[in-house]
């Protein structure tokens, strides 16, 4: 019940959105509509939390074998969190922005979510498929309708990058699907094939590449910078608070537990390219002059050590996965909300031109400092959590022979990290006002009480990360007892 | 049987319509009833009422297959006449004649999708060409009209002698026109049936438009009055499939094994010339010619694969196909401006419009929870299906892909570029006639199975 609402509220308050004729009333219906979902969000998590109320089963094409299944194990009520408690703060931290067509705006908003809720909980491969393309859709009508000034070549880049990943996962799962006893799509069919090693290995990168260019994992990440550069902050903040999660998740769900043996044969290249995706984004980040495509690259380093411990193959690394996942969904939020306060006020991203705005704007400066931190996983946030632990799964995985090699590597990467991110709050938030920054004001007080929202779970989830640890616990335990080690 | 003896006679009625009435609307209406009356006695044969007995010595056989093929095909001419009939009635003044053309066209789809025998394939492709070249040239004061046509004509009738050829070649080998004598014994391909095979899978490659033998499209297409280019393109090139599966199913599934590596690089060429050559088009109708042989690629893993999910899949194909495509024309034959420019900020001025192009175009494009995505759906995993295909399956998304290109090309003048606004015929009826087809495309897209269960749910009589 609760997984059904939380995809059918945003779909049909989405499609009225479109009808809706003023601006102010179809942007309080979104936000009425987010908060609604977050609150049955919330329900399944506290009072509902039982396997009774977190699936779904009907008919849907009885002959191809597929089912309208859809049920919420601890990831997917997580990931189902994750995106019903941002799309609010999204909807709040944008609230001053106007769009021409505001009502489409939100109803393609409200839709990408329905799609996304629906990636998070569905156990049929087709279903998964369906919901995957769903959110795709609004996302590219959104970025290439709302966006900056290349918004509809770099749009289409993405569109394409992602539609040609997704056809290959198609295929594979068509394949996956004739080779089940039972002729079926169901996600429980699918743990139970028996493939060839053969088999395996190419049906992985088939599979694969779909959820490499969401993540993005190098060399797949091209179209990645432009789309966040380009997109309206809201949508920026939708596509990298929530949807990169949809790669992640993705091989999590349907890649390693289903070709478990390929997983394990392609461990150490997707680790290698991880590796490499991450120095060289961080490298690049440390040029970048642009808030936008810093953060972005960052987004890049950050998903790479998601991606690697993945492949590690260990309960300690699996489990800061979970728990990263979440946590680089809020704090990258809250990177895009300062980011874009900062691009409203002063109608500029360049690094360069901005300085001493801590002098401006005290409180803002506090949050982003505390959000900055998290970003580079210092203890006591919530990243930290997150990378401690996915850093010792790595060290001491048995997956790989290389796993020294590789938290050597995503360590280097760390180190980077901090320095372009400490360079960054250095150069914008402190030092002497420019021209422009020298009639900066403090944010407004609808944006510092969503960015203390955010600092607020920052702290909370690092201090006590047991909960959302054990909210996990039982998706990573099944998901590590069906990979492979040789 | 309903279908071929009534389509021929309300043919006859629609041209005698002219003599009585003048006024094009009258002859519209009529034509629209007569449509009506079509579909309902084919769906009345489907369940088993037949208007007409007659011993036809098992020369058509009258399967749920044909049946709903036909009655698919009947409905999308309905829309066809419903949405696009008054822009018949701009092409010249006989309309009569128009409408009695298509209904004998009909006729001889409803031929093509119940032979039994090679005769009759003939006498179907015959009675669906001919007055399709007249169609093609009935806009006589337009110059590329009569030279698509001649074309049309004169290639046309080579591939028709194409296929009496390779008929008479089986004929010879096999002493019988009778499909199922001529799929008994055939395990090995003599010289002769082999010849006879390749030449009757050529001249049906020539009707589908499928690479090599698809350079008439274009032209054709282009040439002819933009309401028939929409028929062409949709009822008559399924109605093609329906024979083409009929003929390779009935006659040579046994020896699919040795020619299906033909069939196999037949499919490849026709996706990638289809898809790639779409791209550089500067005009929409040009383009969607090119589409038409692209989404013919498609309907080919039919017949590449030939089993049970391939027949479902084209008959999944050719009714997402044909109504997506049948949106299309419909919108685009109201454009003054037949290039991606004309179609600038259409969203701004005639939102219904642009909004169910986009639904027909992500159809066409393969987007789920369109009907297109599940018909590509059915075609993959028919060729997966089948086995020793994955090289063409991959060909055929990475091809899938390419065609995003040009239809989101038009999706991306609809909405994110600004245009002049443009008078554009759209009352009412239209825009609920166009959003009808949009539902059913997305109905088709999230419920497949409502239609493709039709295929078994009645009995075979």
């Given at each position: 019940m609760i997984p059904v609402l939380l995809i059918l509220i945003p779909f049909l308050t989405g499609i009225i959105s479109f009808f809706l004729k003023n601006e102010r009333i179809a942007r309080g219906w979104s936000l009425l509509s987010a908060l609604i979902t977050f609150a049955v969000s919330l329900t399944g998590l506290v009072f509902l939390n039982n396997y009774e109320y977190l699936h779904a089963d009907a008919a849907w094409m009885p002959a191809l074998g597929s089912r309208f299944s859809i049920a919420m194990d601890g990831m997917g009520q997580m990931l189902c969190l994750l995106t019903a408690l941002l799309f609010p703060v999204i909807f709040i931290a944008t609230w001053r922005q106007t769009y021409t067509r505001a009502n489409s705006f939100y109803g393609l908003m409200l839709l990408a979510q329905a799609g996304l809720m629906g990636v998070f909980v569905s156990v049929d491969a087709l279903l998964f498929y369906f919901f995957w393309e769903l959110a795709l859709i609004p996302a590219y009508f959104l970025c290439s309708r709302w966006g900056g000034e290349k918004r509809i070549q770099v749009t289409f880049k993405f569109f394409i990058y992602t539609f040609v990943g997704s056809l290959f996962m198609l295929v594979g799962l068509i394949y996956l699907y004739t080779r089940t006893p039972d002729q079926s799509f169901a996600l429980t069919s699918f743990y139970n094939l028996h493939l060839t090693h053969t088999e395996e290995s190419w049906l992985f990168w088939?599979?694969?590449?779909?959820?490499?260019?969401?993540?993005?994992?190098?060399?797949?990440?091209?179209?990645?910078?432009?789309?966040?550069?380009?997109?309206?902050?809201?949508?920026?903040?939708?596509?990298?608070?929530?949807?990169?999660?949809?790669?992640?998740?993705?091989?999590?769900?349907?890649?390693?537990?289903?070709?478990?043996?390929?997983?394990?044969?392609?461990?150490?290249?997707?680790?290698?390219?991880?590796?490499?995706?991450?120095?060289?984004?961080?490298?690049?980040?440390?040029?970048?002059?642009?808030?936008?495509?810093?953060?972005?690259?960052?987004?890049?380093?950050?998903?790479?050590?998601?991606?690697?411990?993945?492949?590690?193959?260990?309960?300690?690394?699996?489990?800061?996965?979970?728990?990263?996942?979440?946590?680089?969904?809020?704090?990258?939020?809250?990177?895009?909300?300062?980011?874009?306060?900062?691009?409203?006020?002063?109608?500029?991203?360049?690094?360069?031109?901005?300085?001493?705005?801590?002098?401006?704007?005290?409180?803002?400066?506090?949050?982003?400092?505390?959000?900055?931190?998290?970003n580079i996983a210092l203890p006591l946030t919530n990243a930290f959590v997150g990378e401690f632990l996915m850093f010792s799964g790595v060290f001491t995985s048995a997956a790989s022979k290389y796993s020294v090699l590789f938290a050597a590597g995503a360590g280097i990467s760390i180190i980077l990290s901090a320095i372009y991110t400490l360079n960054m709050i250095q150069r914008v938030f402190y030092g002497s006002t420019t021209t422009l920054t020298a009639r900066g004001k403090d944010a407004g007080r609808n944006e510092l009480w969503i960015l203390s929202v955010i600092v607020v779970l920052i702290l909370v989830v690092g201090v006590f990360p047991k909960p959302m640890l054990s909210l996990t616990l039982d998706t990573v335990q099944q998901v590590i007892s069906r990979m492979f080690i040789q | 049987m309903n279908a071929i003896v009534l389509s021929a006679v309300l043919g006859v009625v629609m041209m005698f319509s002219g003599i009585f009435s003048q006024n094009k609307d009258v002859i519209r209406v009529t034509a629209i009833a007569a449509m009506i009356i079509l579909l309902i006695t084919n769906l009345l044969e489907l369940n088993g009422f037949r208007l007409f007995e007659f011993n036809t010595h098992n020369m058509l056989v009258f399967d749920t297959f044909g049946l709903l093929f036909n009655s698919v095909l009947f409905a999308c001419t309905l829309f066809f006449m419903l949405i696009s009939g008054k822009d018949i009635g701009h092409v010249g003044n006989n309309v009569a004649e128009y409408y009695a053309l298509i209904f004998f066209i009909l006729c001889g789809v409803a031929i093509v999708s119940s032979f039994n025998t090679l005769l009759l394939l003939f006498l179907g492709i015959e009675i669906i060409s001919i007055p399709l070249y007249i169609l093609t040239g009935s806009d006589k004061r337009n110059l590329k009209g009569n030279e698509a046509s001649l074309k049309y004509f004169l290639m046309g009738a080579f591939s028709t002698g194409l296929m009496l050829m390779g008929i008479a070649l089986i004929y010879g080998a096999k002493g019988s026109f009778q499909m199922d004598i001529i799929a008994m014994g055939s395990g090995q391909l003599t010289p002769m049936i082999t010849a006879g095979l390749l030449l009757l899978m050529f001249s049906m490659a020539f009707k589908v438009s499928a690479a090599p033998f698809h350079f008439w499209t274009p032209d054709v297409y282009d040439g002819a009055p933009t309401v028939f280019t929409s028929f062409m393109a949709t009822i008559v090139k399924a109605a093609a499939f329906v024979g083409f599966i009929r003929l390779f199913e009935g006659s040579f599934g046994d020896t699919q094994p040795q020619w299906r590596l033909i069939v196999a690089i037949i499919t490849a060429a026709t996706l990638l010339i289809g898809n790639i050559t779409a791209i550089f088009q500067q005009s929409v109708k040009r383009m969607l010619a090119y589409s038409s042989i692209a989404q013919a690629g498609f309907m080919m893993f039919a017949i590449v694969s030939l089993n049970e999910r391939g027949r479902e899949g084209l008959l999944f194909y050719a009714t997402a196909y044909c109504i997506a495509t049948i949106g299309v024309f419909a919108v685009l034959i109201r454009m003054r401006d037949y290039t991606f420019e004309g179609f600038n900020g259409l969203s701004r001025h005639h939102p219904t419009l642009a909004f169910t192009t986009t639904v027909f175009l992500l159809s066409l494009a393969g987007i789920p929870a369109t009907a297109g995505f599940m018909a590509k759906f059915y075609m993959l995993s028919a060729a997966v299906g089948a086995g020793e295909l994955l090289w063409l399956v991959i060909l055929g998304i990475i091809c899938a892909a390419i065609s995003v290109y040009y239809y989101f090309r038009i999706i991306q003048a609809m909405y994110f570029k600004e245009g002049e606004r443009q008078e554009i015929d759209s009352n009412p009826s239209f825009r609920y006639l166009l959003a009808a087809m949009a539902v059913i495309t997305l109905l088709l897209g999230i419920f497949p199975e409502w239609l493709v269960s039709k295929l078994y749910y009645f009995v075979d009589i």
């Open positions: 088939m599979i694969f590449i779909a959820f490499a260019v969401k993540m993005p994992v190098f060399p797949f990440h091209t179209w990645q910078p432009d789309t966040y550069e380009q997109s309206p902050s809201a949508v920026t903040m939708v596509l990298s608070g929530i949807m990169v999660k949809m790669g992640i998740f993705g091989v999590i769900r349907w890649l390693a537990p289903v070709l478990s043996f390929g997983t394990w044969a392609w461990g150490d290249t997707v680790s290698v390219l991880s590796i490499i995706g991450m120095i060289y984004a961080s490298l690049i980040a440390i040029q970048q002059d642009d808030l936008k495509r810093l953060i972005a690259y960052s987004s890049i380093a950050h998903i790479g050590l998601m991606a690697l411990a993945i492949f590690a193959t260990n309960d300690i690394s699996m489990q800061g996965v979970m728990i990263q996942m979440f946590s680089h969904g809020v704090n990258i939020t809250g990177m895009w909300i300062v980011v874009d306060l900062i691009e409203r006020q002063f109608k500029t991203r360049k690094i360069s031109e901005l300085g001493g705005l801590a002098q401006k704007a005290p409180v803002l400066a506090i949050l982003l400092v505390i959000i900055a931190l998290a | -």
